[in-house]
């Protein structure tokens, strides 16, 4: 078939060998050997086509990019005809590397101009994202490796891309590497493309043109003034991005002006890989990376390192499962000389290989499963979803009992009292709700929150409910008069977990600021911070507490 590039013709479709267009009379052939096959997409400024090179015997495949700036304003048609033309230059000297699209010819033909370049056969990220769902830490890793030396390429040319997203990243599918040009860190496998937005770097203090995609863009480039760094931020969102499949306008929270994009993961993923991500979305240019070759380094001696993280189960299935494991206590803790009497903290050492066996696998979920809790006998299990809804199983009969809805938005954690009687369950919705499991009903719910709730925890006793929330502070309830007691303030980032000790006294809050805090509760009175994590504590419990977390 052969495709009328005429942007008003009504009727563009054509028989393969015909030279002008049997409904508008316009030429088909462009500069007589690239035929036009069908239209890959358009801008406000353009459209893209699959061609064929019919000047060469093999027929390759091709890609035609058409400008035409309709209605436009004067202004706005100059500086795209600009830009365009600026397109033709970068791609003529840096399409000479193999993970980017060559180009194979720039003019102008019936007061249209065209650029003609090589055809990537394969799909964009953002096509695969939707194929195959979430990336995984390998994924990443994968395509950091293979892209980073690409966005050195066009850097050591004075070019910024300025427009780096998914769709703008193609994985070939087939490695076509040119022979006449070799960089051997690359591996061809992804390419990178549209250079329509690129700089050349003159003067990095002067303002430009604000360009490149909202979602994707630097603080920096937004207000027109990119630098190299802005390349990087934009594929550290890209990162996130494929790794959550959320919006980034989703994965910043501007309330609290912090990224938090590893609420949306599926899978758990390497700090050190985390932190080298956020080192490349970070806001502030004085504390993002300022070079490809300063990322290059970080993630060479992340790979030298040990892996930490484990992937959890993928929701939204739940596999309740045994493990056989021997436990040792250490010595207990001290601060500043003084032993603290809490009760030492446990460490699981396997006595072997640990050994798990699947006893069901629970399925009712529409949408991801949150947070999990068994009740204290161990015979019923909670489960907490995207779906808003809590969903009560039978463990012995691995069958559902009975779903309990109030919640609107996710649940996002869940604890059962002492003596399993009731349920406690926070969510994003900023609120807790109580639950009578004798009835199976909705009991009250207790607000004061200002940011959504990410742990609860009973007292030994019962009486008492504490509530970590992103609002960077523990709330303690009491639950026989349904009101709040006392609020902890002493984090600087949103409380992730918190557990009360085993005797009652103490209750430890974990948080985004990296810290655990040990508190006397009942008195407010923080005793210490402990800090020596490396990232966000999402998880605490103390030894004899059965499930705090």
């Known amino acids: 078939m052969s495709y009328c590039l005429n942007p008003a013709c009504q009727n563009p479709q054509n028989a393969d060998r015909t030279q002008y267009c049997l409904s508008c009379g316009s030429k088909l052939l462009l500069r007589e050997r690239y035929r036009a096959i069908k239209p890959l997409g358009r801008g406000g400024f353009g459209r893209t086509f699959l061609a064929i090179d019919q000047d060469k015997p093999s027929k390759p495949r091709c890609a035609i990019k058409q400008f035409f700036p309709l209605s436009q304003g004067t202004s706005s048609s100059e500086k795209a005809a600009e830009l365009f033309n600026r397109e033709a230059v970068r791609l003529d000297e840096l399409g000479k590397h193999p993970q980017i699209p060559e180009l194979l010819a720039h003019f102008q033909q019936e007061r249209y101009q065209y650029l003609v370049q090589e055809f990537i056969e394969g799909e964009n990220l953002q096509q695969e994202l939707a194929r195959t769902g979430p990336f995984s830490e390998s994924q990443i890793l994968s395509l950091l490796k293979d892209l980073l030396p690409v966005l050195q390429f066009v850097h050591d ?246 779903t309990l809805t109030g919640h609107s938005e996710w649940v996002t954690c869940m604890a059962f009292s002492p003596d399993g009687q009731i349920l406690a369950s926070g969510g994003r919705d900023k609120m807790i709700h109580i639950w009578d499991l004798n009835k199976g009903k909705w009991w009250y719910a207790l607000t004061g929150h200002s940011d959504r709730v990410s742990a609860v925890a009973f007292s030994r006793d019962g009486q ?51 810290t655990v805090q040990l508190w006397d509760w009942q008195s407010g009175r923080s005793i210490c911070t402990l800090a020596e994590h490396g990232d966000w504590v999402r998880a605490i419990a103390f030894a004899g507490t059965p499930s705090s977390s």
Not at 160 to 168: F, L, M, Q, S, V
Not at 337 to 345: D, K
Not at 466 to 493: C, E, F
């Open 464 to 514: 008492v409910l504490a509530s970590g929330s992103r609002d960077k502070t523990v709330q303690l309830w009491n639950l026989n008069k349904g009101r709040p007691m006392s609020a902890l303030s002493g984090h600087a980032g949103g409380v992730e977990a918190v557990a009360f000790s085993a005797g009652g006294e103490f209750l430890a809050s974990g948080s985004r600021d990296k």
């Open 157 to 402: 040319r004075s070019v910024i891309h300025r427009d780096i997203k998914p769709p703008n990243i193609i994985r070939r599918r087939i490695s076509q590497t040119p022979i006449a040009y070799t960089y051997p860190t690359l591996t061809g496998e992804l390419v990178l493309v549209d250079f329509g937005a690129a700089k050349v770097v003159e003067g990095l203090k002067e303002t430009g043109t604000v360009i490149g995609s909202p979602e994707f863009v630097a603080p920096e480039q937004i207000r027109g003034q990119a630098v190299y760094a802005s390349d990087l931020y934009s594929l550290g969102v890209t990162c996130i991005y494929l790794l959550t499949q959320v919006s980034p306008f989703d994965l910043f929270d501007i309330n609290q002006d912090a990224w938090v994009w590893r609420d949306f993961l599926k899978v758990q993923i390497d700090p050190k890989l985390s932190r080298i991500l956020d080192k490349t979305i970070e806001p502030s240019l004085s504390r993002r990376y300022k070079s490809v070759a300063e990322v290059l380094k970080d993630l060479q001696q992340q790979s030298a390192g040990t892996r930490t993280a484990t992937p959890p189960a993928a929701a939204p299935k739940i596999s309740v499962s045994q493990r056989t494991a021997a436990v040792q206590n250490p010595v207990p803790p001290t601060v500043a000389g003084t032993t603290i009497p809490v009760p030492p903290v446990q460490r699981v050492v396997p006595a072997r290989a640990p050994t798990w066996r699947c006893v069901h696998t629970l399925v009712g979920h529409s949408n991801a499963v949150t947070s999990v809790a068994f009740s204290p006998d161990g015979a019923t299990l909670a489960s907490g979803s995207e779906d808003k809804t809590i969903e009560i199983w039978k463990l012995d009969a691995g069958k559902r009992w009975y």
